[in-house]
């Protein structure tokens, strides 16, 4: 497609559920960007990907996130046994090289209670 | 680390001014810079990016600046409309690619 789709759009789980957001890049770009929003416009980075393989994870808590990004399957992002400070909007962006300008996602909600 | 400041915080201007917006960074070590734009609960919209050995770069009524020795860029906005009313950010990549971002500056348009 011609836009980064990200689902769900709200997730909402208790404390010490799991839960898993997917992303779908822009058709023909190779890489994958994972970042957090939390408060207003705190963005971190959490792990990106050239097409299948990890390319950067040094922002992933890997104790209980991890990542994917599969051929022919939308990419997905699961955090096992969420924290209240979990509570983010998830962005994901893809650009066709490294260098190249990174385009995002809508976001996914995770509210975490 | 990277650590980028975005100057002034909120912007509130009549329409027809134009709008001049402030990004500064601290490790000149950059490869490119790109300004967003992001709406209440919405996404990041890209505006414009500049690579490290770019000067400036312009799209309609947007002209981007940098100097990557000062660790320096500015937003410029002419003939700001209500439509530009939006929270704008600055994000900064090293040989990494992953992006450092300013925390915003909240622009409202006045008409």
């Known amino acids: 497609g011609e836009e980064v789709a990200q689902t769900p759009k709200h997730l909402v789980r208790g404390e010490g559920q799991k839960a898993k957001l997917y992303c779908a890049p822009i058709?023909?770009?190779?890489?994958v960007f994972w970042y957090q929003q939390v408060l207003k416009n705190e963005f971190k980075f959490l792990i990106s990907f050239q097409n299948e393989n990890v390319f950067d994870e040094t922002g992933m808590p890997k104790e209980r996130f991890s990542a994917k990004c599969l051929p022919n399957s939308p990419c997905s992002l699961e955090i096992q046994a969420t924290k209240l400070e979990d509570s983010a909007v998830y962005f994901c962006a893809s650009s066709l090289r490294a260098e190249d300008t990174q385009y995002f996602g809508p976001g996914t909600r995770l509210t975490v209670l | 680390k990277q650590e980028v400041t975005q100057i002034p915080a909120a912007l509130s201007v009549p329409e027809g001014e134009n709008l001049v917006l402030n990004c500064s960074f601290t490790d000149s070590a950059i490869y490119n810079l790109q300004w967003f734009r992001q709406d209440p609960g919405k996404g990041l919209t890209s505006l414009l990016l500049?690579?490290?050995?770019?000067r400036e770069q312009t799209s309609g009524r947007l002209n981007a600046s940098l100097d990557k020795s000062s660790g320096r860029s500015t937003l410029y906005i002419a003939a700001s409309q209500p439509g530009d009313s939006a929270t704008y950010l600055c994000a900064v990549s090293g040989t990494d690619y992953k992006l450092s971002f300013g925390a915003g500056t909240t622009v409202t348009v006045r008409a």
């Open positions: 058709k023909g770009h190779s890489y």
């Open positions: 500049i690579q490290s050995s770019q």
